[in-house]
């Protein structure tokens, strides 16, 4: 699930992968699901998404203040028994879940806001949802609303203070918040070398996102690297 806001800017989705699996594998076999372009997806559109011929989600466009989200059609279950008899309290499922974008503003390196992954109710009303800094998830009056049940990944690429953000290329973990739980700079550290090398998400130039969420230990892990190269086997520190 990907929501965006972007304000003068192209942001475009080349592919999408994702897979929840629930803790107790004998419980059920999970899902999956894989767009290698989004010309017959059937997505769940709004606002000035659009798909381009040759396949690409094309988010939001050159218009001023606009928000766009494309949703996984069917809702996918991500609590679930803790038993096959359906007994006990429900437990979380893991997910994994990776994507390529491009963000494509008017100049190079210069863009507003950002675009993020986005795991939402089904039920969950966008409408009320504002651009720019907001990302198209939230407003000056829900944001940090426990009610929200809203879990994101933000691709950010201006620093909002009020938000508390550490930069303005920066990768946070959301939860039912624009003030992230967890930031990092936007990067990725080299396999071979250890060193971290920056990315400027708003380059023009296309990357890959995976994002994990293991439900035993809890733990949420981000990684990044230009399109094409493998993922990193050292996931963004986030603090």
Known sequence: MVTVDRHSLLARARGWRATCFPRNVGVDGGVEFAYEGFATAGLALDGIVSVTPDGLLLLTNDTNENIAHAFHPDPVRFHRPSSALGAGAPVMSSFSTTFVFAI????????????????????????????????????????????????????????????????????????????????????????ATGVFQNLSLASWHPMQAWVDYDAVTTEITVAMAPARLPRPKRPLDAG
């Open 104 to 191: 494509v503003s008017e100049l190079i390196d210069l863009s507003t806001s950002g675009l993020a992954f986005l795991v939402a109710p089904s039920s969950r009303d966008l409408s009320t949802a504002t651009a720019q800094q907001y990302l198209g998830m939230f407003n000056a009056s829900n944001n940090g609303d426990r009610r929200n049940h809203v879990f994101a990944v933000e691709l950010d690429t201006m620093r909002n203070t009020e938000f508390e953000d550490m930069n303005d290329n920066h990768v946070g973990i959301d939860v039912n918040s624009l003030n992230s739980s967890a930031a990092a700079t936007a990067g990725y550290y080299d396999d």
